[in-house]
């Protein structure tokens, strides 16, 4: 079964070519490669807490918004955290690596 990114969780059509891309602009979460299959996601669908810039709820999250603790309140995080379980790659990790 395919795991879902943040777009298809929140069905915000801000994904690369969605219906409120043009509109409301596109979040960083669907274009940043280097994150691609990271907790099983499509580039950033999947670690949208680590991305400066994503958009959620129409307010713009990511790494910033997790140290003040929006991001870990979140039912997307929550279920890629249970997901991923002990495989969970973390915001550390993924910043570490990836200079996201």
Do not use: D
Request: hydrophobic fraction near 30%; aromatic fraction near 14%.
């Amino acid at each position: 079964m395919k795991k879902q990114n943040c777009w298809e969780f929140y069905k915000c059509g801000r994904e690369l070519g969605g219906f409120n891309a043009t509109h409301l602009g596109t979040c960083p979460a669907s274009f940043e490669i280097k994150t691609n299959k990271f907790n099983g996601a499509e580039n950033g669908g999947r670690n949208c807490w680590a991305i400066a810039g994503t958009f959620c709820k129409e307010k713009t999250s990511g790494i910033f918004a997790r140290e003040s603790g929006s991001c870990l309140k979140c039912e997307f995080y929550k279920k890629v955290m249970f997901e991923e379980g002990a495989s969970l790659y973390s915001s550390k990790f993924i910043l570490k690596t990836c200079s996201v």
